[in-house]
């Protein structure tokens, strides 16, 4: 069943959400992207909200957790934030604690998917219901609905934009060469970029337009374990040493993030000899990630509203601890001045359909970033023409 609503877009209120969220950032933070935790606000009737992020290194997770943390405590809610270095043993203590602590509801962004069975048990006892937040969730029941982007056409915009950069459909005899960088193993969207991407460019690879030097083409092959930056690049360096230096061109390289992305730009520029510029894509509109599109390192990035997935969050969360069952009514309720879908079809995480809100992510290039990003307020424009994420 889906449901969708397309309300018009008020800027004035993005902008109200963006400019309350900016400076909300957790404080207790550590500048090596460390574990840490934050409580504060009044408490809606004495409710506390339990939101466990799983890194402060990558820097979309900064952001999820401000605009969480600032949505919930704008309504009177108590907030316990989390955020786990990345080590999925910490964020199991981190959850254990939000029990502990007797959270009213859970909203996790999981490090590892398949880790926190045992925990979330713990949590589904204690009868604190919990959102799966932008990655699934595997293999417990004690989830009760997910809150993402729809992560198949993240993908498939990046396979996209490849295919219509290099006018593959008129390539005629024509060949190019492609790499493929995927994320972390470990987390449940790394495969839905890959394959929406994959299934737009395996045709033209079948067909031998698009060739793949290196042949790694499955997702096992071109993984990058925690989406780190330094693994992207070591890997790709070792693959521009082995199928490159002979004097191959490489036309373009599929990055699933911007994490993948900075890693892969930085392997080019150290150990690619040929003198083209490599399409690169991207997921998330990091800064980094901007500045290189703007100097024209990256060619795109997928843009996700992190804002709007906090504000599903918050009105999710508000109807389930108000004892209520959300389904896609939930949808036309909030009148949310955004695209959403509600999809119970998509998601399995080993024990049934998980009902998923999923939001709709954006092409950014340097042609539409001030329009996709200044204009709505998610960003700023510096006097050096870079942007800065607000909040
Ligand atoms: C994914 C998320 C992406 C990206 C990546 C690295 O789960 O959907 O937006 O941030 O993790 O953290």
């Not at 009044?42 to 339990?50: D, E, L, N, P, Y």
């Not at 919930?72 to 029990?99: H, M, P, R």
């Not at 198949?152 to 593959?168: A, F, M, N, S, W």
């Not at 989406?227 to 690049?233: H, I, R």
């Amino acid at each position: 069943m889906k449901a969708k609503k397309i309300v018009s877009f008020v800027l004035a209120g993005i902008m109200a959400l963006s400019m309350a969220a900016c400076g909300s950032g957790s404080s207790g933070s550590s500048s090596n992207g460390g574990a840490s935790k934050t409580t504060s606000g009044s408490g809606k009737a004495g409710k506390t909200v339990g939101i466990s992020m799983p890194t402060k290194s990558l820097e979309r997770w900064n952001r999820d957790g401000s605009y969480l943390k600032k949505q919930f405590e704008d309504k009177g809610y108590k907030v316990e934030l989390t955020y786990s270095d990345n080590k999925s043993a910490q964020q199991n203590n981190d959850i254990e604690g939000l029990i502990a602590d007797k959270v009213d509801i859970l909203v996790v962004a999981a490090i590892d998917g398949e880790a926190l069975s045992q925990v979330l048990g713990q949590a589904k006892e204690a009868n604190i219901p919990v959102i799966s937040y932008d990655r699934l969730i595997m293999n417990t029941d004690s989830i009760s609905y997910y809150v993402s982007f729809d992560n198949y056409t993240v993908g498939k915009l990046q396979g996209e934009y490849i295919r219509d950069q290099l006018d593959l459909d008129n390539a005629g005899d024509k060949t190019y060469n492609i790499e493929f960088t995927g994320g972390d193993p470990a987390d449940n969207n790394a495969g839905f970029f890959f394959n929406g991407a994959m299934d737009v460019l395996k045709p033209y690879i079948d067909k031998g337009t698009l060739k793949v030097p290196s042949g790694q083409t499955e997702f096992d092959q071109c993984a990058t374990a925690q989406w780190d930056t330094a693994t992207a690049m070591k890997r790709f360096q070792n693959i521009l040493g082995s199928y490159y230096s002979g004097g191959t061109q490489l036309d373009a390289a599929l990055c699933s993030n911007d994490s993948t992305a900075l890693g892969v730009t930085q392997a080019i520029e150290s150990d690619y000899a040929g003198k083209n510029s490599v399409i690169i894509t991207g997921q998330d509109g990091d800064e980094a990630n901007l500045k290189n599109i703007v100097d024209g390192k990256q060619s795109m990035t997928v843009y996700k509203a992190v804002a709007n997935e906090a504000v599903v969050t918050l009105d999710l969360a508000v109807a389930i601890m108000n004892g209520e069952k959300p389904d896609d009514k939930l949808i036309s309720s909030s009148g949310w001045s955004f695209d959403c879908s509600y999809d119970t079809d998509s998601y399995d995480n080993g024990t049934g359909k998980i009902p998923s809100y999923l939001l709709v992510p954006t092409v950014v290039t340097k042609d539409n970033m001030d329009k996709e990003l200044v204009d709505t307020g998610y960003y700023t424009k510096g006097s050096d023409g870079y942007l800065k994420a607000v909040g």
